[in-house]
């Protein structure tokens, strides 16, 4: 089975660029994550939707970061315009259900470098 | 607000157990997970407690003490391929959302 898919895998942009980060959670999961991972603030996350619907964003870290979900099976994760410590691993990650614990299942990551 | 606590790194020998503790503070708490993250790749899931108790695993075991806000995970006949991050993750009780602690970098030597 194809689990959660990410692309790019790599990215390296000049900052003031837009960058867009996508992801294609498993088939059925119904919960999608978007996390960032930094050595200095280890696994964050950014924010959660269930059923397509954005359900907390509060750990997006400012305006100039925007997530959206059009359908089950797609999500986007855009910075504009970007800037050197926006410079991390991204990860999106995918869930069954909502109401009760399920584990998460991680993508293999973007790799985004800011210059 | 969330306190999640694990020490940064633990050394252990080939075949020897070691003991990976997390103490956490969660309101609303509901469940606790333990992920594995190798160097340069994904979290993997490990295990999940809602329970207070032991839950086994084939070498691997997790802990919960909901009272006290204290997990732990059990490492047994180590092998080389457990060199990793170990995170531990509470959920809240209002749906799935997770926050990871700092994560636990394992060394297993020969």
């Not at chain 1, 990410?6 to 992801?23: A, I, K, Y």
């Not at chain 2, 032991?54 to 092998?79: H, N, V």
Request: charged share 20%; with cysteine.
């Amino acid at each position: 089975d194809a689990g959660v898919i990410q692309s790019p895998r790599h990215e390296v942009t000049e900052m003031g660029q837009e960058v867009t980060l996508r992801c294609k959670p498993i088939s059925g999961h119904n919960s999608l994550f978007w996390y960032r991972q930094t050595m200095m603030r280890g696994l964050e996350l950014l924010i959660y939707f269930n059923n397509n619907v954005p359900i907390d964003d509060s750990g997006m870290p400012e305006d100039r970061f925007s997530a959206k979900m059009p359908n089950a099976s797609f999500s986007t994760l855009k910075i504009q315009p970007s800037e050197p410590r926006d410079s991390a691993v991204y990860f999106c990650a995918s869930s069954l259900g909502r109401g009760r614990d399920q584990p998460q299942h991680f993508g293999d990551g973007t790799r985004l470098s800011i210059l | 607000g969330q306190n999640i606590d694990q020490p940064t790194e633990m050394t252990a020998t080939e075949g020897a157990i070691v003991q990976i503790n997390c103490t956490y503070q969660t309101s609303g708490f509901n469940g606790l997970f333990w992920y594995q993250q190798h160097a340069g790749e994904a979290p993997t899931f490990l295990s999940y407690n809602v329970l207070d108790g032991l839950e086994e695993k084939g070498r691997f075991s997790s802990f919960l003490s909901r009272s006290k806000g204290y997990s732990y995970l059990l490492l047994k006949e180590l092998q080389m391929k457990d060199s990793a991050s170990y995170l531990c993750a509470p959920s809240k009780a209002a749906g799935n959302k997770l926050t990871f602690g700092g994560g636990t970098r394992v060394l297993v030597k020969p």
